[in-house]
């Protein structure tokens, strides 16, 4: 369990948590591979949501996962990327949340992830949580856990 301290002061910071889906850049499954790799080199993010027409989560792409169809034996064809969309090379195995609040087992996905998409019950994509994000409530609680609480160091137990 996380210190009930630790996780009320995250949560106090509740309004930095999620960047909210309206202003993550995404691409849709159906876009070609040019118009994704244009918007990848644009935007500088490693990896984007993808979405359907109804804006449920499909998947994430990477320009990796695009150069990688470029690739022949000793030389690069831009062919694939119009014979190619999205859907037919983003990765589908996603790690998603529901609840970006849930402070515990946001950092636990956050070791493994660089960011986490949040989708509704329904699939919705409703936002992402970053590290970058996260990390700018550790450090809020690094300066003011002092502010608002007692901290003593424990005696040793004998
Ligand atoms: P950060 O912790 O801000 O470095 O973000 C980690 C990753 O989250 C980035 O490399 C992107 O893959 C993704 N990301 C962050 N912000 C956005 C955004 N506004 N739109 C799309 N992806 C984002």
Redesign the pocket.
């Known amino acids: 369990m996380i210190n009930k301290v630790i996780d009320h002061m995250m949560i106090e910071n509740r309004q930095h948590f999620m960047?909210p889906g309206d202003?993550?850049?995404?691409v849709s499954e159906d876009n070609s591979l040019r118009h994704a790799f244009l918007v990848l080199t644009k935007?500088r993010?490693?990896?984007?949501?993808v979405l359907d027409r109804d804006d449920h989560l499909k998947g994430?792409l990477?320009l990796p996962m695009i150069t990688n169809t470029m690739l022949g034996l000793d030389d690069l064809s831009v062919a694939p990327l119009d014979q190619l969309c999205v859907k037919d090379v983003m990765e589908t195995d996603v790690v998603t949340i529901q609840n970006p609040y849930d402070v515990e087992n946001v950092l636990h996905l956050l070791v493994d992830n660089?960011?986490l998409p949040v989708v509704a019950g329904d699939g919705t994509f409703t936002g992402?949580v970053?590290?970058?994000?996260?990390?700018k409530g550790i450090n809020y609680i690094g300066h003011n856990l002092d502010k608002q609480y007692l901290v003593t160091l424990k005696p040793e137990e004998p």
Do not use: G, Q
Not at 23 to 26: H, I, K, M, W
Not at 45 to 49: D, Q, R
Not at 130 to 135: A, S
């Open positions: 960047i202003v993550v850049a995404s935007i993010y490693a990896k984007i949501p994430l990477s660089p960011f992402i970053t590290r970058r994000e996260v990390m």
